[in-house]
């Protein structure tokens, strides 16, 4: 282009130049000068032929030169690519080298499990899009040991209804767990339970089933359906999560065998506090076994009360649940939780009364930042419960409160000790045994070959009121095992 | 009807409560003008802060120190989410068992994963290690997707460097001149110092190395080093004393004289095992703000080619 614009420049400059020396000859004779005239225009004519040419070889020159350009650059792409397929065979080597002894067969699963959508048959390449269906995992845990109480003293010891029941081996926990995205602004979750009681019996309960919401503004969410209330810290984790194989006192008199849990739908809040600030607001249904310090289930009995039936005939006869969780990052390796929780309820020992139960919880941990798969890590939690129950149509203020404090130590990678107290107990009549005054100790000891089993041993020394024997404690010792199957849970801090 | 009153009481208290610092916030987030972004590892960090100058605040999830596959879900990480107008990743299912449960705990629709604010850097990374049969859990930890470990080619982060610039472009297109220009002399400056590494790593080029994870193989690659031997019988199980065995015979049938691990893991077999072999250990972080010196991602790999050479020379001289 810059050639050809210099061209049509010169050009202009010839002709204003011979315009010039036209000027300059007109004395002259008019041949002369039309002679002169076709003189320079031929002189011109060669000399554009001559630029023409010149502009020719240049640009035969220049197309040359980039020809052997791309040939350079070809080459140099081969070479480089072939290097790259040394290395690749060199890596591939080296990966042969490493392959593990035992080969995978059938199993779709990979390390996380997710129960992702792929095309059967061996055309699948981890690099198509796969389609996560949800996550799914199934967990068991078990237990074996014996005690120094007979089997129906160890069913008052251990009060959760999970914990084992029974000398010998225990069926503790199936639990199928499936949880992912239903929208983009729902997920939801649902724990389906297993369990074998100590008559051999199977039974199938539904522990949860709830969405969250995921769009909502300012830092609000809503779950709702069935779950386990949000009190305190122990109440709404699975017990393949807790850190001790049973659960405990003072979590069975306040929430049953089974946790308090039940149909509702709950607000919380995350403040925009410069700490981590979270409050909950939630209300449930009050009635059935999970609601055991409430309307609980029609015809037993609490501390001798007969329970009755009874309608939800206004607002008043629903379960409310309220909770503060505030955390605090005391330094990079030290975080504080402290929560309180409150719970406003009816039962049905009479026609209006109340119970209400308090709550407050601290969690203390610290692990290194540089730190091997999660160890060492040191961790404290402590949980202070009180309850006021209006007992009967008298109105009998029935009072009870309890505690647990574990402290946790990791000593090295995949090793845990732990040792848990527990103490609980109630005004007035002692020889129930879900109010008298108990203690209990609880040393144990973890190993988590992955994090996706484990084997703990367990020693509990009881020491309570109800027990009939001359010195009032027993001893028990439990080995427990779980193994998961499918995705990883998450730990929630 | 004691306890209904105290409920209502407690309602209205949270309800006020919530509607003033609610204004508040509003007010103080108003005057903000940089883009927030969050990270989930410190080179992230790093490659972010090069791109978007003074013009983004930048804040990582993890600090150099850690391994980015265990990371405790502290809440004090969701309050470092909950305002941001972008959150980065390293991807491949790198941080996999913490990154959901930090944005969900966030309360934060903007950077949901899909979303505009929600980056995830290994776009257009040429993938190691890929996996192309099924794998199952009894192979230990491996990542479906390859290894994640990609940022540790420094021609990678210049990929990362352009992911970055886009996406910060989108959020900001009155700023993308500016972040793309960024991302240019950040590439140039890697191409400039590419020259020098290699430069210090030549001489021992097609030298094997034993490394405690696989962590390095797209460092080992870009700087013609072989990966030989891992102290991890399969990645994430530790060292088990058969496995130390072999290792140290393959290194001396093998002449390997060096290890490279992270500071993170424990040190005990990488001990015994020099101790037996004389090999020399390296201990060098992966990550920005892992060691000594190592405070962006330019002076990070400036550490962990110095370290390796020292420990080669030392080798050679035995």
């Known amino acids: 282009m810059k050639k050809i614009y210099i061209l049509i420049l010169s050009c202009f400059i010839l002709s204003s130049f011979s315009e010039k020396s036209l000027a300059e000859q007109e004395p002259k004779g008019k041949n002369d000068e039309i002679e002169a005239l076709k003189f320079e225009i031929q002189q011109m004519q060669k000399d554009i032929e001559e630029m023409r040419q010149n502009y020719e070889t240049e640009r035969k020159n220049q197309e040359t030169k980039l020809e052997a350009l791309q040939e350079k650059v070809k080459d140099l792409i081969e070479a480089k690519s072939i290097e790259k397929d040394e290395l690749r065979a060199e890596i591939a080597k080296a990966l042969i080298e490493e392959k593990p002894s035992i080969q995978p067969s059938y199993l779709y699963s990979a390390r996380t499990g997710d129960s992702t959508f792929k095309p059967e048959g061996s055309g699948w390449a981890s690099d198509s899009p796969t389609q996560k269906l949800m996550d799914i995992s199934f967990d068991s845990l078990f237990t074996m040991g014996g005690s120094t109480a007979r089997e129906?003293?160890?069913?008052?010891?251990?009060?959760?209804?999970?914990?084992?029941?029974?000398?010998?081996?225990?069926?503790?926990?199936?639990?199928?767990?499936?949880?992912?995205?239903?929208?983009?602004?729902?997920?939801?979750?649902?724990?389906?339970?297993?369990?074998?009681?100590?008559?051999?019996?199977?039974?199938?309960?539904?522990?949860?089933?709830?969405?969250?919401?995921?769009?909502l503004p300012h830092g609000l969410q809503i779950k709702a359906g069935t779950y386990f209330t949000e009190f305190g810290r122990l109440n709404f984790q699975h017990p393949h999560t807790w850190s001790f194989m049973d659960?405990?006192?003072?979590?069975?008199?306040?929430?049953?065998?089974?946790?308090?849990?039940?149909?509702?739908?709950?607000?919380?809040?995350?403040?925009?506090?410069?700490?981590?600030?979270?409050?909950?607001?939630?209300?449930?249904?009050?009635?059935?076994?999970?609601?055991?310090?409430?309307?609980?289930?029609?015809?037993?009995?609490?501390?001798?009360?007969?329970?009755?039936?009874?309608?939800?005939?206004?607002?008043e006869d629903m379960l409310y649940s309220t909770r503060w969780l505030n955390s605090f990052s005391l330094s990079d390796e030290v975080a504080l939780n402290f929560g309180a929780s409150a719970l406003f309820g009816p039962n049905a020992t009479g026609n209006d009364n109340r119970t209400n139960i308090y709550g407050?919880?601290?969690?203390?941990?610290?692990?290194?930042?540089?730190?091997?798969?999660?160890?060492?890590?040191?961790?404290?939690?402590?949980?202070?419960?009180?309850?006021?129950?209006?007992?009967?149509?008298?109105?009998?203020?029935?009072?009870?409160?309890?505690?647990?404090?574990?402290?946790?130590?990791?000593?090295?990678?995949?090793?845990?000790?732990?040792?848990?107290?527990?103490?609980?107990?109630?005004?007035?009549?002692?020889?129930?045994?879900?109010?008298?005054?108990?203690?209990?100790?609880?040393?144990?000891?973890?190993?988590?070959?992955?994090?996706?089993?484990?084997?703990r041993f367990q020693y509990n020394y009881d020491k309570a009121e109800h027990i009939n024997d001359s010195d009032g404690d027993e001893h028990s010792v439990w080995l427990q095992f779980e193994f998961m199957l499918g995705s990883h849970p998450k730990h929630k801090f | 009807m004691q306890s209904v009153n105290r409920m209502k009481i407690i309602c209205i208290t949270i309800l006020v409560a919530a509607l003033c610092l609610n204004v508040i916030s509003g007010f103080l987030l108003a005057a903000e003008s940089q883009i927030r972004v969050v990270t989930t590892t410190s080179d992230l960090e790093s490659i972010t802060e090069f791109v978007g100058g003074d013009r983004v605040k930048v804040a990582s999830i993890t600090t150099g120190y850690q391994d980015p596959h265990f990371v405790e879900i502290r809440p004090s990480y969701m309050i470092k989410v909950r305002e941001?107008?972008?959150?980065?990743?390293?991807?491949?299912?790198?941080?996999?068992?913490?990154?959901?449960?930090?944005?969900?705990?966030?309360?934060?629709?903007?950077?949901?994963?899909?979303?505009?604010?929600?980056?995830?850097?290994?776009?257009?990374?040429?993938?190691?290690?890929?996996?192309?049969?099924?794998?199952?859990?009894?192979?230990?930890?491996?990542?479906?997707?390859?290894?994640?470990?990609?940022?540790?080619?420094?021609?990678?982060?210049?990929?990362?460097?352009?992911?970055?610039?886009?996406?910060?472009?989108?959020?900001?297109?009155?700023?993308?001149?500016?972040?793309?220009?960024?991302?240019?002399?950040?590439?140039?400056?890697?191409?400039?110092?590419?020259?020098?590494?290699?430069?210090?790593?030549?001489?021992?080029?097609?030298?094997?190395i034993v490394t405690y994870h696989k962590s390095w193989p797209y460092f080992a690659r870009r700087f013609g080093l072989i990966m030989g031997e891992y102290l991890e019988p399969k990645p994430g199980i530790p060292p088990s004393s058969r496995h130390i065995l072999e290792v140290i015979e393959k290194m001396r049938s093998g002449n390997i004289n060096v290890i490279l691990m992270e500071p993170f893991y424990s040190d005990k077999a990488a001990n015994l095992i020099a101790s037996k072999t004389g090999a020399k250990t390296v201990k060098a972080a992966n990550s920005v703000g892992g060691m000594k010196g190592a405070d962006n991602y330019i002076s990070l790999i400036d550490k962990i080619v110095e370290g390796l050479v020292t420990a080669f020379q030392s080798a050679e001289e035995q």
């Open chain 1, 360 to 455: 407050t919880d601290i969690y203390l941990k610290w692990k290194p930042l540089s730190n091997d798969r999660g160890f060492p890590f040191v961790a404290w939690q402590t949980e202070l419960m009180k309850r006021d129950y209006e007992a009967g149509e008298s109105k009998d203020s029935l009072d009870d409160w309890g505690l647990y404090s574990q402290f946790l130590w990791g000593f090295k990678r995949n090793w845990v000790w732990g040792i848990r107290y527990d103490l609980a107990d109630g005004n007035g009549a002692l020889t129930d045994y879900l109010r008298d005054r108990r203690h209990r100790v609880s040393p144990n000891l973890t190993w988590y070959p992955t994090e996706f089993s484990k084997v």
């Open chain 1, 152 to 215: 129906s003293g160890i069913d008052k010891l251990q009060g959760g209804a999970h914990d084992p029941k029974k000398k010998g081996f225990t069926t503790q926990n199936l639990e199928l767990s499936l949880l992912g995205a239903v929208d983009p602004y729902l997920n939801a979750e649902a724990h389906l339970v297993f369990q074998i009681n100590k008559d051999g019996e199977s039974k199938l309960e539904v522990e949860e089933a709830f969405l969250t919401t995921q769009s």
């Open chain 2, 84 to 208: 941001a107008d972008l959150f980065i990743r390293i991807g491949l299912e790198l941080e996999l068992a913490w990154e959901s449960l930090i944005i969900e705990g966030s309360r934060n629709p903007k950077i949901k994963v899909g979303s505009l604010g929600h980056l995830d850097a290994s776009e257009g990374i040429e993938r190691l290690e890929v996996p192309t049969k099924k794998i199952d859990r009894s192979m230990g930890d491996i990542h479906p997707f390859g290894n994640p470990h990609y940022w540790l080619d420094p021609l990678n982060a210049k990929i990362m460097a352009n992911n970055i610039a886009r996406k910060l472009g989108e959020i900001s297109p009155e700023d993308e001149d500016y972040f793309m220009q960024n991302a240019a002399q950040f590439n140039r400056k890697i191409d400039e110092k590419m020259k020098e590494w290699d430069q210090k790593i030549s001489p021992y080029k097609g030298n094997k």
């Open chain 1, 247 to 315: 659960q405990p006192i003072i979590n069975t008199r306040m929430f049953g065998g089974d946790g308090l849990r039940g149909p509702g739908a709950r607000l919380s809040w995350l403040t925009p506090l410069p700490w981590y600030s979270e409050f909950f607001l939630g209300a449930q249904n009050a009635n059935g076994e999970t609601a055991f310090s409430f309307l609980s289930k029609a015809g037993g009995a609490f501390s001798g009360h007969t329970i009755k039936a009874r309608d939800v005939r206004s607002l």
